[in-house]
Antibody, heavy 121, light 107 residues
Framework: QVQLQESGPGLVKPSETLSLTCTVS????????WSWIRQPAGKGLEWIGR???????DYNPSLKSRVTMSVDTSKNQFSLKVSSLTAADTAVYYC???????????????WGQGILVTVSS | DIQMTQSPSSLSASVGDRVTINCRAS??????LNWYQHKPGKAPRLLIY???TLQSGVPSRFSGRGSGTDFSLTISSLHPEDFATYYC?????????FGQGTKLGIK
């Protein structure tokens, strides 16, 4: 059974860089695209970006200048860095697995429980 | 980016009711449309992918339809565990986008 677990700090200061890690169990991280998605309090879901191996990444254009993703296949983990944080980056951050289930069938079939990150001094 | 607009933003219903949630894309997305259920403090759950295909393990009271720009999710007979927020999401463009969500509450 595939499981994803986010880890990282719950509180980060403005202007600093957030670093989060998603640990995957039950499947190889090398076989799929992996995404980060966030939800600010009281708002909807926002896709941040995805990674496949260490060379293939796609980022949300609105966040591209501040986001970096990486993969550590030896630990079956992938990571997210968001720089120049502001209060607007306060959100629950989720990691998720992207699969191609068939024609027109790209979707997120497994998600982590989410981690609340607060940006505040 | 492709904008996804859901309606209504919220609705109240009773156990046993039939409810439909709508989702409109700002441009053509074929059937690259997914539906998720989200409860507070839990991971979102994939319900429907490719507009109308039921994810394994999801009850058959959930159904989806649509193509192009207009889509809908229907719950044929509400169960107590169905009260949650529902999101549509397009995967036609790599810059994936979600609808703003529809909160389904108990009447």
């Amino acid at each position: 059974q595939v499981q994803l677990q986010e880890s990282g700090p719950g509180l980060v200061k403005p202007s600093e860089t957030l670093s989060l890690t998603c640990t995957v169990s039950g499947d190889s991280i090398s076989s799929y695209y992996w995404s980060w998605i966030r939800q600010p309090a009281g708002k909807g879901l926002e896709w941040i970006g995805r990674i496949y191996s260490s060379e293939n990444t796609d980022y949300n254009p609105s966040l591209k200048s501040r986001v970096t993703m990486s993969v550590d296949t030896s630990k079956n983990q992938f990571s997210l860095k968001v720089s120049s944080l502001t209060a607007a980056d306060t959100a629950v951050y989720y990691c998720a697995r992207e699969v191609l289930s068939g024609p027109s069938a790209i979707n997120f079939d497994h998600w982590g429980q989410g981690i609340l990150v607060t940006v505040s001094s | 980016d492709i904008q996804m607009t859901q309606s209504p933003s919220s609705l109240s219903a009773s156990v046993g009711d039939r409810v439909t949630i709508n989702c409109r894309a700002s441009q053509y997305i074929s059937t690259f449309l997914n539906w998720y259920q989200h409860k507070p403090g839990k991971a979102p759950r994939l319900l429907i992918y490719a507009a109308s295909t039921l994810q394994s393990g999801v009850p058959s009271r959930f159904s989806g339809r649509g193509s192009g720009t207009d889509f809908s999710l229907t719950i044929s007979s509400l169960h107590p565990e169905d009260f949650a927020t529902y999101y549509c999401q397009q995967s036609y463009s790599t810059s994936f986008t979600f609808g703003q969500g529809t909160k389904l509450g108990i009447k």
